[in-house]
């Protein structure tokens, strides 16, 4: 007789869910319309001609300012401006890179894999890695757990290049069992992965062992004690749905560490992704790649910040109907 | 056969360098219920819980002799114990909104004891759940099975709680202060749940700080005192004779309607108990406080609904009522925290309510509060004297001069006023609390529950305290307080509150011993009275 199945016999609305879900997906769609706007905004008052700025380093031709006037429709009123900019980007169109000659859609969709596949698989090996190791070390004094301790602390203090470095001499250049750059199927992600995914297991883990000690000191640890059942179950059970609560508060954290980490770490290993074409959209001033890459990573925030907030409900039932 | 029978039980824990248990000895048999009695570090719950391993980490256990259903309970090892918890001992602790998981629904807190001693098969648990909720007078136990503990109210929550520990109908139930957060007739009714699970043949182990509420169902009564067992016998005896002085001051220190007018604590040094209390002057003629058809609401929902009283100087008037009577809104409308709807309340003649913040600041001096909880009142950054020193005016020396006058009127030591109140027992940081509100010589004092978070000594001697300002300095006190018999004690007059409303008030023994409303009998015929067990 799970909680869950529970629910959902009642039905979202009667468990209290449907006026959070509700709020959240609005509040999400305002603020990427706010992140859409701000990014137009910056591009109205960027220092120049508004022409100029969405050249770039392209070609410049009077060919292609006619283009790029009719396109963005330059010539007539700031409001019919912006209502058509946002009429564009809800038919997900993200506009035309004049450096690359190519669509932004095209640019980013091409290079949003590697990335998303790197940044997922850190995830998943950083929290599966976390998990292991608070489940392991909660609640027991012993040598490993302090060695797991240490280790945590070193990893979050060491920047993710630098480890990204230290995994290639030891296990590309001296043991040859990765290789050294570019994207060849899974061999190729390990690295990346693990030097990214490393600084988000040693936070979470930190924050997950805390939370897994403090609910086995909370009263109703002694409960359930006192009904007899191990300490395994005892953790499972009932320490690691509280100990979730602060490390589901990280996931935003994680959002920034794995977007601003992919781009060091696909610049270190030398794979294609979403870093490298912002770090050459910005020094080649391509405006047009810079705005949607801004939108896009406004869209990561909001997914993941939506799923913190829905994930606050399902673990704690405190939280629904609250007023 | 005893159910558990110990010898010299000592239990320490030497990292933190105590030991919390010297030498107890004791035996339950079965059916029998025996009571543990104690302010808080007397080692009662320590004991209690290592009865059934869960001593915590980091404590050694040693004992004569520790047999548990005829079992050498020294050689146990985890798995031992795991299989005797909740099958031979149900454990049930104070306040089931922190002892229930507040993730899990009670259903699934209840199951969790059928699922690990395997009681019912796994297709009869949700069905056993409910008899089980039903058996404990939980109504609608099938809605309340999918509810977590915050939904449920404070007694349904601690009968689910008891539900859980009575799931795999163990022989002895232990129960750790089961009915300290509630009220008054929710704690009667835990108490009845109690005695009628006892009437069944399960043997009960009471832990409580309170000699009443024991009383009434326990046939041993256990007295302990910094890890030792001062005294015990059967519960009539240690009641109506007893032999140790702690025991006698325990008994003395109960307010009741027969301690009015006497000191609860003994004097420093001396052992007389009850001496009489200074003479105290109620004045006639203007009343400090006017409150006249006071009400407040939070959103629509009404809370105090036309609540009129006066108080003269010097007197005390009393207000008890349950959680959710509105006592305290009154307390913040009477202090100008918070605009009444209608109604209004004057102050020394003058209108208090309805005048802006600006125009009532510098007569604030005059009405001072103690509240339940003086830490959550302190800044934690502030020294003793600062704190006391805050409202006080006048030169550096004099304020500090002024600082220890008043710790010594309150009965600490002027070094105390270079501590910080974390580092303060709980007693003395109600004395703290009390000596800075009365550092601005208010006229009245109004106290919030200001010694239900107190050991029954400790709240002697703050009670004594206030019986000795009044006496001296002519304030007047408005006394909330859930406690029939703190407010008999302490009150001239007193208000019975329920759901926003006054429903009796008058004079504390009229009201009291001549109850005309329903709901005052109600809550006078469930405070659990200092009498032995009935045979």
Same mark, same amino acid.
């Given at each position: 007789?799970?909680?869950?199945?529970?629910?959902?016999?009642?039905?979202?609305?009667?468990?209290?869910?449907?006026?959070?879900?509700?709020?959240?997906?609005?509040?999400?769609?305002?603020?990427?319309?706010?992140?859409?706007?701000?990014?137009?905004?910056? #591009?109205?008052?960027?220092? @120049?001609?508004?022409?100029?700025?969405?050249?770039?380093? @392209?070609?410049?031709?009077?060919?292609?300012?006619?283009?790029?006037?009719?396109?963005?429709?330059?010539?007539?009123?700031?409001?019919?401006?912006?209502?058509?900019?946002?009429?564009?980007?809800?038919?997900?169109?993200?506009?035309?890179?004049?450096?690359?000659?190519?669509?932004?859609?095209?640019?980013?969709?091409?290079?949003?894999?590697?990335?998303?596949?790197?940044?997922?698989?850190?995830?998943?090996?950083?929290?599966?890695?976390?998990?292991?190791?608070?489940?392991? +070390?909660?609640?027991?004094?012993?040598?490993?757990?302090?060695?797991? @301790?240490?280790?945590?602390?070193?990893?979050?203090?060491?920047?993710?290049?630098?480890?990204?470095?230290?995994?290639?001499?030891?296990?590309?250049? +001296? #043991?040859?069992?990765?290789?050294?750059?570019?994207?060849?199927?899974?061999?190729?992600?390990?690295?990346?992965?693990?030097?990214?995914?490393?600084?988000?297991?040693?936070?979470?883990?930190?924050?997950?062992?805390?939370?897994?000690?403090?609910?086995?000191?909370?009263?109703?640890?002694?409960?359930?004690?006192?009904?007899?059942?191990?300490?395994?179950?005892?953790?499972?059970?009932?320490?690691?749905?509280?100990?979730?609560?602060?490390?589901?508060?990280?996931?935003?954290?994680?959002?920034?560490?794995?977007?601003?980490?992919?781009?060091?770490?696909?610049?270190?290993?030398?794979?294609?992704?979403? @870093?490298?074409?912002?770090?050459?959209?910005?020094?080649?001033?391509?405006?047009?790649?810079?705005?949607?890459?801004?939108?896009?990573?406004?869209?990561?925030?909001?997914?993941?910040?939506?799923?913190?907030?829905?994930?606050?409900?399902?673990?704690?039932?405190?939280?629904?109907?609250?007023? | 056969?005893?159910?558990?029978?110990?010898?010299?039980?000592?239990?320490?824990?030497?990292?933190?360098?105590?030991?919390?248990?010297?030498?107890?000895?004791?035996?339950?048999?079965?059916?029998?219920?025996?009571?543990?009695?104690?302010?808080?570090?007397?080692?009662?719950?320590?004991?209690?819980?290592?009865?059934?391993?869960?001593?915590?980490?980091?404590?050694?256990?040693?004992?004569?002799?520790?047999?548990?259903?005829?079992?050498?309970?020294?050689?146990?090892?985890?798995?031992?114990?795991?299989?005797?918890?909740?099958?031979?001992?149900?454990?049930?602790?104070?306040?089931?909104?922190?002892?229930?998981?507040?993730?899990?629904?009670?259903?699934?807190?209840?199951?969790?004891?059928?699922?690990?001693?395997?009681?019912?098969?796994?297709?009869?648990?949700?069905?056993?759940?409910?008899?089980? !909720?039903?058996?404990? =007078?939980?109504?609608?136990?099938?809605?309340?099975?999918?509810?977590?503990?915050?939904?449920?109210? =404070?007694?349904?929550?601690?009968?689910?709680?008891?539900?859980?520990?009575?799931?795999?109908?163990?022989?002895?139930?232990?129960?750790?202060?089961?009915?300290?957060?509630?009220?008054?007739?929710?704690?009667?009714?835990?108490?009845?749940?109690?005695?009628?699970?006892?009437?069944?043949?399960?043997?009960?182990?009471?832990?409580?700080?309170?000699?009443?509420?024991?009383?009434?169902?326990?046939?041993?009564?256990?007295?302990?005192?910094?890890?030792?067992?001062?005294?015990?016998?059967?519960?009539?005896?240690?009641?109506?004779?007893?032999?140790?002085?702690?025991?006698?001051?325990?008994?003395?220190?109960?307010? /009741?309607?027969?301690?009015?007018?006497?000191?609860?604590?003994?004097?420093?040094?001396?052992?007389?108990?009850?001496?009489?209390?200074?003479?105290?002057?109620?004045?006639?003629?203007?009343?400090?406080?006017?409150?006249?058809?006071?009400?407040?609401?939070?959103?629509?929902?009404?809370?105090?609904?036309?609540?009129?009283?006066?108080?003269?100087?010097?007197?005390?008037?009393?207000?008890? =009522?349950?959680? =959710?009577?509105?006592?305290?809104?009154?307390?913040?409308?009477?202090?100008?925290?918070?605009?009444?709807?209608?109604?209004?309340?004057?102050?020394?003649?003058?209108?208090?309510?309805?005048?802006?913040?600006?125009?009532?600041?510098?007569?604030? /001096?005059?009405?001072?509060?103690?509240?339940?909880?003086?830490?959550?009142?302190?800044?934690?950054?502030?020294?003793?004297?600062? !704190?006391?020193?805050?409202?006080?005016?006048?030169?550096?020396?004099?304020?500090?001069?002024?600082?220890?006058?008043?710790?010594?009127?309150?009965?600490?030591?002027?070094?105390?006023?270079?501590?910080?109140?974390?580092?303060?027992?709980?007693?003395?940081?109600?004395?703290?609390?009390?000596?800075?509100?009365?550092?601005?010589?208010?006229?009245?004092?109004?106290?919030?529950?200001?010694?239900?978070?107190?050991?029954?000594?400790?709240?002697?001697?703050?009670?004594?305290?206030?019986?000795?300002?009044?006496?001296?300095?002519?304030?007047?006190?408005?006394?909330?307080?859930?406690?029939?018999?703190?407010?008999?004690?302490?009150?001239?007059?007193?208000?019975?509150?329920?759901?926003?409303?006054?429903?009796?008030?008058?004079?504390?023994?009229?009201?009291?011993?001549?109850?005309?409303?329903?709901?005052?009998?109600?809550?006078?015929?469930?405070?659990?009275?200092?009498?032995?067990?009935?045979?």
């Amino acid at each position: 007789m799970s909680t869950l199945q529970l629910t959902r016999r009642r039905g979202l609305a009667a468990a209290g869910w449907l006026g959070p879900v509700v709020r959240r997906l609005g509040s999400g769609l305002a603020v990427l319309w706010a992140a859409a706007t701000a990014a137009y905004v910056a #591009l109205l008052f960027a220092p @120049g001609d508004t022409v100029d700025v969405l050249i770039g380093d @392209g070609l410049d031709t009077p060919e292609r300012r006619a283009q790029i006037i009719a396109e963005w429709g330059l010539d007539r009123s700031a409001l019919e401006q912006y209502g058509d900019y946002l009429a564009r980007l809800l038919r997900g169109d993200l506009g035309h890179s004049y450096i690359l000659q190519r669509g932004v859609g095209d640019v980013l969709s091409s290079q949003i894999w590697p990335t998303v596949s790197l940044a997922l698989t850190a995830a998943v090996f950083g929290v599966v890695l976390a998990l292991v190791l608070a489940l392991a +070390t909660a609640g027991r004094r012993s040598r490993f757990g302090d060695l797991v @301790g240490l280790s945590e602390l070193v990893v979050v203090s060491v920047p993710p290049f630098l480890i990204g470095i230290l995994l290639l001499a030891v296990f590309s250049f +001296t #043991l040859g069992w990765f290789p050294v750059s570019g994207d060849r199927g899974f061999v190729s992600l390990v690295l990346p992965a693990v030097a990214l995914g490393l600084q988000i297991s040693g936070v979470l883990g930190q924050v997950l062992r805390e939370g897994l000690e403090r609910a086995l000191e909370e009263p109703f640890a002694v409960t359930a004690r006192s009904r007899g059942i191990t300490e395994w179950r005892l953790v499972i059970r009932h320490a690691l749905r509280h100990a979730l609560l602060p490390a589901v508060t990280l996931l935003g954290w994680f959002t920034g560490v794995l977007l601003g980490g992919a781009i060091i770490i696909e610049a270190v290993f030398g794979r294609p992704g979403l @870093g490298q074409v912002t770090v050459s959209a910005v020094t080649g001033k391509d405006m047009p790649v810079v705005m949607a890459v801004v939108l896009l990573s406004a869209l990561a925030y909001v997914t993941v910040s939506t799923i913190v907030d829905l994930a606050y409900l399902a673990i704690d039932p405190r939280l629904r109907r609250s007023r | 056969m005893s159910l558990i029978e110990v010898e010299d039980l000592r239990v320490a824990f030497p990292k933190a360098g105590v030991e919390a248990v010297r030498g107890v000895s004791l035996s339950i048999a079965p059916g029998e219920c025996v009571a543990i009695v104690g302010e808080s570090g007397s080692g009662k719950s320590v004991t209690a819980r290592t009865l059934v391993g869960l001593t915590g980490p980091g404590a050694t256990v040693t004992a004569g002799r520790f047999t548990v259903k005829g079992q050498d309970a020294l050689r146990f090892g985890q798995r031992d114990w795991r299989r005797l918890r909740g099958r031979f001992a149900g454990l049930v602790l104070q306040d089931a909104l922190l002892s229930l998981d507040p993730l899990r629904t009670v259903g699934d807190e209840i199951a969790e004891v059928l699922a690990t001693h395997d009681v019912v098969s796994r297709a009869d648990r949700k069905a056993r759940v409910i008899e089980l !909720l039903d058996a404990v =007078g939980v109504p609608e136990p099938e809605v309340r099975a999918r509810q977590y503990a915050h939904q449920l109210s =404070g007694g349904l929550r601690q009968r689910a709680l008891i539900a859980s520990a009575i799931a795999a109908d163990p022989p002895l139930i232990i129960a750790d202060e089961p009915t300290t957060a509630l009220d008054v007739t929710v704690q009667a009714q835990i108490l009845r749940l109690l005695a009628a699970r006892r009437a069944e043949g399960t043997a009960l182990l009471m832990i409580s700080h309170d000699l009443a509420v024991v009383s009434s169902i326990a046939d041993r009564v256990l007295v302990m005192k910094d890890g030792v067992i001062v005294e015990e016998g059967p519960t009539a005896r240690v009641l109506s004779a007893p032999a140790h002085d702690y025991t006698r001051l325990l008994l003395a220190a109960v307010p /009741s309607a027969a301690s009015r007018g006497t000191r609860l604590s003994a004097i420093a040094g001396g052992v007389s108990l009850r001496a009489p209390l200074p003479e105290r002057h109620v004045g006639h003629g203007a009343p400090v406080v006017e409150v006249s058809g006071l009400s407040a609401a939070y959103g629509t929902r009404k809370v105090v609904d036309d609540v009129s009283f006066e108080v003269y100087p010097g007197e005390t008037v009393g207000i008890v =009522g349950e959680s =959710g009577s509105g006592k305290t809104t009154v307390a913040r409308l009477v202090l100008g925290l918070l605009e009444p709807v209608s109604g209004g309340v004057r102050l020394n003649g003058d209108p208090w309510s309805g005048v802006s913040e600006r125009r009532r600041r510098s007569r604030r /001096s005059g009405i001072q509060v103690i509240s339940q909880n003086p830490l959550g009142s302190f800044d934690p950054r502030y020294t003793v004297g600062r !704190l006391i020193a805050e409202p006080l005016s006048g030169s550096s020396s004099d304020r500090k001069a002024r600082v220890i006058e008043l710790l010594g009127r309150v009965g600490l030591a002027p070094d105390i006023a270079g501590r910080h109140p974390r580092r303060l027992s709980g007693g003395q940081r109600q004395r703290v609390a009390i000596a800075r509100a009365i550092a601005p010589r208010p006229d009245v004092l109004v106290c919030d529950e200001p010694v239900s978070a107190l050991d029954v000594s400790i709240q002697a001697q703050v009670l004594d305290l206030l019986a000795e300002i009044q006496a001296a300095d002519g304030t007047a006190l408005i006394f909330i307080s859930h406690d029939l018999g703190v407010v008999h004690h302490i009150s001239d007059r007193v208000l019975v509150m329920r759901e926003g409303r006054v429903v009796e008030e008058g004079h504390v023994d009229e009201v009291f011993f001549i109850p005309k409303h329903d709901y005052t009998r109600e809550l006078l015929g469930a405070v659990p009275k200092l009498a032995p067990a009935e045979p």
